[in-house]
């Protein structure tokens, strides 16, 4: 008896097999370990987190009150309320030259859920999906969840972490779906010139059969290459898959709302993925979805500036350390260091720091500055570092970094 209910245990604990090989996001175990020091006490400065560090706008605040007041609780249509669907589907049309309809927009919890969704509704067993390295955290694990299988082209620090056509075509096989582009990056800040990307495109074009999934929730975030959507190419439209949202561009991280934009057939199975899932977003942030695009683009202007300013700072800070190659990024908020200059020094109590992610730790313990390692990013060799902080912070994080580097030996 004993034995058959051993046996009915072990088969009860099974997982689907692709969800017990992903992996949980290394930037929030990074910042849950963070904030459990806080906990214990520890003076703790943290520049993990991907997140801007500015109040969401008034003009979206009020929108939310509004709602509110006027008890807008309820379930919104399933991709999105039309009123936003339009107000995106005309955002795109005048500002990233995309031609698109509202029934071309589904409205998601966050791009994360649109990316996932996408993935979902396109790829499966015996796909190939090409992600650029350095890569966001969650794409191979969305893949992986799918059932496809993630082919990783690598970019060093050396070529300021961008892949060209021609590293990219080299990997395409008759099995590959889909090609991942983001563009500003996240982890490196990397921005693909216009130039760029039409050569992209034009590679793109001898490959008529692959999807393009264009994620450009930094596209505000940029500032001396300006940001370009692959989608608005010629030829690029029916087969691109547009993301974006409003938690970067307009500090909306916690109001989780995002949208895609794509072919009709694309949308409508993204949007039967969510409606089994989550149905539509929270209805008060799609109200303040409506009012961010309305808004004048003053205060992300200001942001940005902000971010420009703690960039330069700390590229000045690094510039010229011993074991480090700091490309200068040109969008989002993050500087993607190569340190594998320093593996192999040891540490005052005798570790040697033999990755990123053993320096990460060694940071965070002995140093109490919280970075996330770059192999969660798929770069073992480097960290990326948030500057959507304080200057104080970014000024003491700085400190500690250059510190916990020069007790290396």
């Not at 006490?41 to 801007?52: H, N, Q, T």
């Not at 893949?143 to 496809?148: D, I, N, S």
């Not at 919280?370 to 970014?394: E, H, K, N, Q, T």
Request: hydrophobic share 45%.
């Amino acid at each position: 008896m004993l034995t058959e209910t051993v046996a009915r245990a072990g088969d009860f604990n099974r997982l689907n097999p692709n969800v017990a090989a992903m992996s949980p996001s290394a930037t929030l175990a990074v910042s849950a370990r963070a904030k459990a020091l806080k906990r214990q006490g520890r003076d703790i400065v943290e520049l993990s987190a991907g997140e801007p560090d500015f109040d969401t706008p008034a003009p979206v605040v009020e929108a939310a009150h509004q709602a509110l007041r006027e008890g807008f609780f309820h379930y919104t249509p399933n991709a999105g309320l039309p009123e936003l669907r339009e107000a995106i589907a005309e955002k795109l049309q005048n500002e990233n030259r995309l031609t698109v309809a509202p029934e071309n927009v589904l409205c998601c919890s966050g791009a994360k859920q649109a990316i996932a969704q996408a993935i979902l509704a396109t790829c499966g067993p015996g796909d190939e999906v090409l992600i650029p390295a350095p890569y966001w955290v969650s794409y191979p694990d969305q893949v992986l969840l799918a059932g496809a299988t993630a082919v990783v082209v690598e970019a060093s620090a050396d070529e300021g972490y961008q892949l060209t056509p021609e590293s990219v075509e080299a990997a395409i096989t008759p099995r590959t779906r889909m090609l991942i582009f983001n563009s500003p990056s996240n982890p490196t800040g990397a921005v693909y010139s216009p130039a760029a990307i039409e050569a992209f495109a034009e590679m793109l074009a001898r490959h008529p059969d692959i999807l393009v999934l264009s994620d450009e929730i930094y596209e505000h975030v940029v500032f001396d290459t300006p940001h370009a959507s692959i989608g608005a190419l010629d030829g690029m439209g029916e087969r691109t898959i547009t993301v974006n949202g409003f938690s970067k561009s307009f500090a909306m991280t916690g109001w989780r709302l995002g949208y895609l934009a794509a072919p009709r057939w694309i949308t409508d199975a993204a949007a039967t993925v969510q409606s089994q899932l989550t149905s539509a977003p929270n209805a008060v942030a799609q109200r303040a979805g409506v009012a961010a695009l309305a808004m004048s683009h003053e205060p992300l202007r200001q942001m940005v500036e902000a971010f420009r300013r703690r960039r330069d700072y700390l590229i000045g800070r690094f510039a010229g350390t011993d074991g480090v190659i700091c490309p200068t990024p040109e969008g989002a908020f993050y500087l993607f260091p190569d340190v594998s200059g320093v593996f192999g020094r040891t540490a005052p109590d005798g570790t040697v720091v033999s990755d990123g992610e053993a320096l990460c730790l060694y940071l965070l313990e002995k140093h109490d500055l919280a970075l996330v390692p770059g192999g969660a990013f798929g770069a073992p060799g480097a960290v990326r570092i948030s500057y959507a902080a304080s200057m104080d912070d970014i000024a003491r994080g700085a400190d500690r970094l250059l510190a916990g580097l020069a007790a290396l030996a």
